[in-house]
């Protein structure tokens, strides 16, 4: 396997500074042994997520001079709502703060009290809001996705079975569209092939069902598809993210990933009714439908951002700097999710630490052991992310993982291998390592605010 070199130089840097094991031991327990909560400024590497750690280009830091800063009519709105048309190919475009002001405006516009909206398998904030607006949730990815072992090209593909299944049991009238993320966040960051993308497109014509994408790694997805379905191989990023859009009636945007910036969203239509309904909630709850949240130089940078993410040497080393630290795990034995995705290394808590029931919360544990041994900071993604249902029960997702995401060009190879050292080392000790419990709880999203104790 070829590791391409960072197709960038280093212009500007931000010292990091290590901590001691001690230090770190005193930050864990005031931090409730969750990531989430350790001041930015005690971590060495943070992998916690890919969302709104980019680093952004000269580029970007030039287009951040020329903001224009209006309440109404700023100049930066017309050159992102350009890209995103140009690049994506929709018409309408509503901008919001991120991801999660999207989903917000498209679960309230869409989702009627009862309704069911499919989808290849949860996020945490876009079940929230479909939650909250009363729908319900139905997870039709493929059954292979849930299983980490598992080796398959397009691992979040649609079950197109499970979704006809859906539609034929409560009736497409009470689906008023279908949630696809390119790639599946939770998955492990799987990508859908574009083969699966236009038969669910097909599959939803011919019902009424509206297909919106979760888009916040869509150029990722466009990578995977570019190297692994046939036909796609010498097309360019461009062509083939406008296809794999063109078999979606809208999408939500979290811009804090693949447009490359440090905040930003949108939600974009086709549909001129839906988009007006999306402008009397924006003002509501964004901003005017010029700005959504966002400051005009931040709309210029994610315009610029959308440009750049379509270079094929941008998306060839993030993909594969990422696949560098899944091999290196891979080859010293170290279970983790197959194959790996585009934004992250996902490790499996379940077969790292055994002797750990998911109640005990292995990857939670095992997220905080990391932190405490190396300064590298991950993710829980497993049952504490996964929260409770209708009845408060807690859900037992089949994954329970740690994810090692990795913001886009921040890092160096150098990093990984730390990373790397750091995970193996743990395993060799895995048997020492113990579950944790809740002492806090918060109603909805619980991952992000609560604090455990060790068991
Ligand atoms: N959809 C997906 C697939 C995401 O990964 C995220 C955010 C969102 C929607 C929400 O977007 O954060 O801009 O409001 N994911 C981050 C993560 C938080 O760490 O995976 P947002």
Redesign the pocket.
């Known amino acids: 396997m070829m590791y391409p070199p960072e197709p960038f130089k280093i212009k500007s840097v931000e010292t990091i500074k290590m901590t001691t094991k001690e230090e770190r031991a005193q930050v864990l327990k005031e931090a409730g042994y969750n990531t989430f909560l350790i001041p930015s400024k005690k971590v060495y590497i943070d992998l916690l ?3 709104g750690t980019s680093a952004m280009s000269d580029h970007q830091w030039a287009s951040m001079m020329i903001g224009d800063e209006a309440y109404g009519g700023s100049e930066n709105w017309y050159h992102l709502r350009d890209a995103v048309q140009e690049v994506y190919g929709f018409e309408y475009v509503v901008p919001t703060h ?4 999207a ?1 917000n405006l498209l679960s309230q516009i869409m989702i009627k009290h009862g309704d069911y909206i499919p989808g290849n398998m949860y ?1 945490t ?2 079940r929230t809001h479909i939650e909250l607006n009363g729908g319900k949730f139905v997870d039709v990815i493929i059954d292979e996705a849930h299983q980490p072992e598992i080796e398959l090209p397009f691992k979040g593909n649609v079950d197109l079975k499970k979704y006809q299944n859906l539609i034929d049991e409560v009736g497409a009238n009470r689906i008023p569209y279908i949630c696809v ?1 390119v790639t599946v ?1 939770m998955a492990g960051g799987q990508p859908v092939s574009m083969e699966n993308l236009r038969k669910v497109k097909e599959i939803s014509e011919k019902n009424g069902i509206k297909v919106m994408f ?1 888009a ?2 869509c150029v990722e997805n466009a990578y995977f598809i570019k190297e692994r379905e046939p036909g796609y191989g010498d097309k360019s990023i461009a062509e083939i993210l406008k296809e794999m859009m063109s078999y979606a009636d809208g999408c ?1 945007m ?1 811009g ?2 693949d447009c490359l910036v440090n905040i930003g ?1 949108f939600l974009a239509l086709r549909d001129q009714d839906l988009y007006e309904k999306a402008t009397s909630l924006v003002v509501v709850y964004e901003g005017m439908p010029t700005y959504g949240g966002m400051a005009g130089r931040d709309m210029e940078a994610m315009a610029t951002g959308i440009y750049e993410s379509l270079d094929f040497h941008y998306i060839e080393h993030r993909i594969k700097q990422v696949r560098y630290l899944g091999d290196k795990l891979d080859e010293a034995g170290i279970p983790i999710i197959k194959p790996v995705g585009g934004h992250a290394v996902f490790l499996d808590a379940k077969r790292f630490l055994p002797h750990l029931s998911q109640d005990e919360l292995p990857a939670q544990a095992l997220s905080a052991e990391i932190y405490l041994d190396s300064g590298v900071r991950s ?1 829980e993604r497993g049952i504490v992310s996964a929260g409770r249902d209708e009845k408060g029960r807690n859900r037992y997702p089949k994954l329970e993982t740690v994810r090692l ?1 990795i913001p886009r060009r921040v890092y160096t190879y150098s990093h990984m291998d730390v990373v790397a050292d750091s995970v193996i080392s743990l395993f060799d000790k895995r048997n020492s390592i113990k579950g944790l419990e809740f002492v806090y709880e918060p109603p909805v999203l619980r991952f992000f605010t609560a604090r455990f104790k060790p068991i």
């Open positions: 997520t890919d969302s991120q991801g999660r002001g989903e996020f904030t876009t993320g966040n979760d916040t790694r939500t979290s804090k990933k969203g993710m995401t």
